[in-house]
């Protein structure tokens, strides 16, 4: 609520919110969270979401690839190259994967996923301006082909689970992309 309301901000659901798993996932339910449907500057969107913003005029705007990242430790776990090349702590290596194979769940069992005969909804048809991920709350800019790279950070300390998995999240540090120039860097809370 302290954020001004000429500020946009987007929601996409993850595996941590009340709601279920599978991928794609709705937008966070309203029954378990009225309170943040009553925001107007605050858009709901599935997970995975592509959104455009800033479109103006002859502008076409920035095209923003959304995905919370649920399949990631599914990569770190059986990709080797991954794994070997810093696992977790290489957010940005995972993200090139995907894009490489333009699905963001490229592999069978990698996700929980609701099948669709007509449309598979992690396939990466457009490719995007910006790709933004969290799941494993490790706080990353980084850049693929003309494509930025973000990986959201967290609000809470490391976890007794995230220790047994090997994360190593970086609570309270906001990643921020100048649209005019695609610059990018992390803020520190």
């Not at 920035?62 to 991954?82: M, P, R």
Request: net charge positive; aromatic share 10%.
């Amino acid at each position: 609520s302290m954020i001004p309301k000429h500020i946009k901000m987007v929601m996409c659901a993850g595996n941590h919110d009340a709601m279920r798993l599978t991928e794609p996932q709705l937008p966070i339910y309203r029954d378990f969270a009225e309170e943040l449907y009553a925001f107007p500057n605050l858009i709901h969107v599935h997970n995975p979401a592509l959104i455009n913003i800033h479109a103006k005029g002859s502008f076409p705007g920035f095209d923003v690839l959304l995905y919370h990242g649920y399949s990631f430790d599914y990569f770190v776990a059986n990709v080797d190259y991954i794994r070997n090349n810093g696992g977790y702590e290489r957010v940005d290596i995972i993200m090139k994967y995907l894009l490489q194979r333009r699905h963001l769940a490229p592999t069978h069992s990698s996700n929980s996923y609701i099948p669709d005969t007509k449309l598979d909804p992690l396939v990466i048809e457009t490719v995007p301006d910006i790709f933004v991920t969290g799941h494993i709350h490790k706080a990353m800019l980084a850049n693929y082909r003309g494509i930025t790279l973000i990986n959201a950070s967290c609000w809470q300390s490391i976890t007794d689970y995230q220790k047994r998995h090997g994360h190593k999240p970086d609570p309270g540090r906001v990643p921020v992309v100048n649209l005019q120039t695609r610059e990018a860097r992390i803020i520190r809370f």
